[in-house]
């Protein structure tokens, strides 16, 4: 497709310091960079004070278990949820201080939000990339596009109240794709999604970030992870656990869901004999 | 024990009838005790709602027993008998999940043959509140109508064939439309019900006031003679033939009654039997027919409108009026209730043009918790407001889609009853302050809704409000309707001046006077709204996402 070729393109220079050679030095601002962050909820804190550097042009994954603060972070980051302290920085810029810089640099897939989902698939399309403010007429030309690489276009005059798990984070990716962001934030992109449009959305995900924009994304899902990301970050409990590229983060271990067990602290419980009888005679 | 707990040994195997029948009775009976185990405040409900139901079949009877001897009784019996059956035939669209013993899919793995199953499902369906008041009725009904031993032996068949007719018709009109009932299409019928009940509710208050001036009960009488020949009624009109001593007459309307339940239970077992060997394909993709609409997102009218955000805000607010069942339920009620009340009022003579600003009072409510209309899809609005200009351009977008069709609304309800009172002196003073009352909503719905945003469950065609919330709807609501009259005063003033001043010649000066300042208002109401939308977009998102 020319057109993302080309965006692609335009993209890479705007943001070849950033990433310039993978291991090279650094001198443009990360992606994202936070500082000090929290989040309570009345009693329980979701968030516990956590410093990140996501570097650009990245696959991000941000890992760790169901309650981690997984979401709440990412919904900080994004401007979705107003932080108790911290600092959030997307591009060198201050997410609350600079909306007007961050939103139009960053896409966004939440876990748990509706669409707005009496709409069919491509008025959501047409609707979302107009609010962007882009022209009617190049919002019809990529809506069409990425309805047919996301295997959409069969369904694009369906309500998305009618779509499938697997449709519905599809239509929400292509709503944050439309505007050609720098940075996309997905949360929790594949779940409940099946195999094929897995792979859908993976192949749009490594074409994008080899355009040198950089994916964060978060999973409880530590295969996925370790076979999309380059660099990942284990979140428990609101706190940081690790971050660095796989490699680093991977250490010694055998793959990085024994890593992360072992980051986590949880020791292989064994049933016992509670559970004899299952398997037995019957 | 209940029935759940029972070992598996105990429930009798399939095809013995009295095993089956019982374990289907206590089944229900076991839901209608659980309904007893849940939090105190929804048990307190629950217990309320039975206390009341009980109370009103009581009411019923003796009522009906009052009316034994009054020439219109047979009347009065027929015609609420068809009324609660109409009920009966209605209640499961409404109410899909009403009765867990219904949904046949719950049955489908067990090993049941569909006519014990039928027998079954129809005793268990006599257990409840419903039974019991229509049960109730009938008992009524034939103790108010029937004079003589042959009536009374009429009574002792009709009231149980009446029963059974119900219970069988709301039987098979949710059997033969669970798939329906079950889909998203249903469930948009379910909120939907709200809307028929408010608008009916105003349709059989006239209907009622009518009734009172125009020759009372013996208006109903032609109906009761169509009514009475329909089943069920048609078992209680026998009673009533009897005791005329009509015994052809009676003999006709029993077997069509008898004849209309056999049809019933036949055309229930056909569907239960489809419907429990046949594979459900709801959950199949439907080959949707692709549109002429291929190229661009905009179609239609919509290619009117502006582009630029005004334009798609507007788009998608108009699209969800037609789309969505929640917002579809609030906008009819408010266009049906903001004309009948005037209108109703105007055709009776007692009304006054003024009354034409209800409309645009009700139309205007539908500015507040903007929003919360967005449920926590309200994140893609959020994303793309980055400075003030944006959330006002968003705001003003909202309120002109609302405009649009209030507007034009507006006028037409206000000429329409000036029309019908003839007072077409007033029309100009009453429209400029409908005018005036529309912008002062506007003005302060746009406010409430940046700082009083609140859920609006999409489930339930009753729940408008989140748990938690409702204070909070209230406030922004009613202190909103408080400051909306207060922001009027100077026309309500400006009218009342120039009534009094005698300068009555200069009253039609209210029509621009309202329609400038309304303009005015909304205007500033917007403008003042947009920062204060800006700076709090995710505590709005926060409130807006508990449905």
Not at chain 1, 87 to 111: A, C, F, N, T, Y
Not at chain 2, 101 to 127: E, K, W, Y
Not at chain 2, 407 to 421: G, I, K, S
Request: glycine share 12%; with cysteine; proline share 5%.
């Amino acid at each position: 497709m020319p057109d993302r070729a080309e965006a692609a393109a335009e993209r890479t220079t705007t943001t070849t310091e950033t990433t310039a050679g993978a291991g090279g030095a650094r001198t443009a601002p990360p992606a994202v960079r936070v500082q000090g962050l929290w989040k309570r909820f009345g009693e329980q804190t979701a968030v516990a004070g956590i410093d990140l550097e996501l570097p650009a042009g990245r696959f991000i994954g941000l890992v760790g278990p169901n309650g981690a603060g997984k979401t709440t972070t990412l919904s900080m980051v994004t401007g979705l949820l107003r932080p108790d302290m911290g600092k959030i920085e997307v591009g060198g810029h201050d997410v609350w201080l600079d909306p007007v810089q961050v939103k139009s640099r960053i896409g966004v897939l939440p876990e748990g939000l509706r669409l707005f989902e009496r709409l069919s698939g491509r008025e959501l399309l047409a609707y979302t990339g107009r609010l962007r403010g882009l022209p009617g007429a190049e919002v019809d030309k990529r809506a069409t596009q990425l309805l047919d690489v996301l295997d959409l276009a069969g369904a694009q005059h369906k309500l998305v109240v009618d779509y499938s798990t697997g449709m519905r984070k599809k239509i929400g990716l292509a709503a944050a794709l439309l505007h050609n962001p720098e940075v996309l934030f997905l949360d929790e992109p594949f779940e409940g999604v099946d195999p094929v449009s897995a792979q859908t959305i993976r192949g749009v995900l490594e074409r994008y970030t080899r355009s040198g924009a950089t994916v964060v994304f978060s999973s409880h899902v530590m295969e996925l992870v370790e076979s999309l990301c380059d660099w990942v970050a284990v979140m428990v409990g609101g706190r940081i656990r690790a971050q660095g590229t796989l490699a680093e983060v991977r250490g010694e271990a055998p793959s990085l869901q024994s890593a992360f067990l072992d980051l986590v602290g949880a020791g292989r419980h064994d049933s016992g004999d509670s559970l004899d009888w299952l398997g037995g005679t019957r | 024990m209940t029935v759940l707990d029972a070992p598996a040994g105990t429930v009798a195997p399939a095809g013995r009838r009295e095993g089956i029948v019982s374990v289907f009775v206590r089944l229900k009976l076991t839901l209608l005790r659980n309904g007893l185990r849940r939090s105190s405040g929804r048990k307190a409900a629950y217990i309320s709602s039975m206390v009341f139901a009980l109370l009103l079949a009581v009411g019923q009877v003796v009522g009906l027993i009052a009316l034994r001897g009054n020439t219109h009784s047979t009347t009065v019996v027929v015609l609420l008998t068809g009324l609660v059956a109409l009920g009966w035939a209605v209640m499961p669209l409404f109410f899909p999940s009403g009765d867990e013993t219904l949904d046949p899919s719950r049955l489908v793995m067990l090993p049941l043959r569909p006519r014990p199953l039928i027998g079954a499902l129809l005793a268990a369906s006599l257990v409840g509140i419903g039974p019991l008041f229509t049960l109730c009725l009938a008992l009524g009904s034939v103790a108010a109508v029937a004079h003589g031993a042959a009536a009374a032996a009429t009574g002792v068949v009709a009231v149980p064939l009446t029963l059974l007719v119900c219970v069988a018709l709301a039987r098979s009109v949710a059997t033969a439309n669970v798939r329906l009932l079950t889909s998203r299409k249903g469930r948009d019928l379910a909120v939907l019900s709200g809307l028929v009940i408010a608008v009916g509710i105003q349709f059989v208050n006239f209907g009622i006031q009518r009734l009172g001036r125009a020759g009372g009960l013996a208006s109903l009488e032609p109906a009761a003679d169509v009514v009475g020949w329909l089943p069920p009624a048609s078992a209680i009109g026998a009673v009533g033939s009897v005791s005329e001593g009509a015994y052809g007459r009676a003999a006709l309307q029993l077997l069509i009654s008898v004849l209309a339940l056999g049809a019933l239970v036949w055309l229930w077992e056909r569907s239960l039997t489809k419907l429990m060997t046949a594979p459900d394909g709801s959950t199949l993709a439907t080959a949707e027919p692709s549109r002429g609409t291929s190229g661009t997102g905009r179609s239609g009218l919509f290619a009117l409108l502006p582009e630029g955000r005004t334009g798609t805000v507007m788009e998608r607010s108009l699209r969800y009026v037609v789309r969505d069942p929640k917002t579809k339920a609030t906008w009819v009620a408010a266009l049906a209730i903001g004309l009948i009340v005037p209108m109703l009022n105007a055709l009776q003579g007692t009304g006054s043009v003024y009354l034409a600003c209800f409309a645009a009072g009700m139309l205007g409510i539908q500015m507040y918790n903007q929003f919360g209309q967005d449920t926590s899809a309200f994140w893609m609005v959020s994303l793309t407001i980055s400075s003030t200009r944006d959330a006002y351009v968003e705001l003003r977008a909202r309120a002109l889609a609302l405009l649009l069709i209030t507007l034009p609304y507006t006028v037409l309800v206000t000429v329409l009853t000036a029309a019908v009172l003839g007072d077409w002196e007033a029309l100009p003073e009453a429209m400029g302050l409908s005018f005036a009352v529309l912008g002062a909503m506007l003005a302060t719905g746009a406010l409430a809704s940046a700082l009083y945003p609140y859920s609006i469950p999409q489930e339930g065609a009753f729940k408008n409000v989140a748990p938690g919330q409702a204070g909070l709807a209230w406030i922004s609501i009613l202190g909103g309707m408080v400051s909306g009259t207060l922001l009027c005063a100077p026309v309500i003033a400006l009218t009342i001046t120039l009534h009094v001043s005698d300068m009555r010649g200069w009253l039609w000066l209210l029509l621009p006077a309202g329609a400038v300042y309304g303009a005015l208002i909304a205007w500033a109401g917007v403008r003042l709204a947009a920062p204060r939308t800006a700076r709090r977009l995710p505590e709005i998102l926060t409130a807006v996402s508990k449905g």
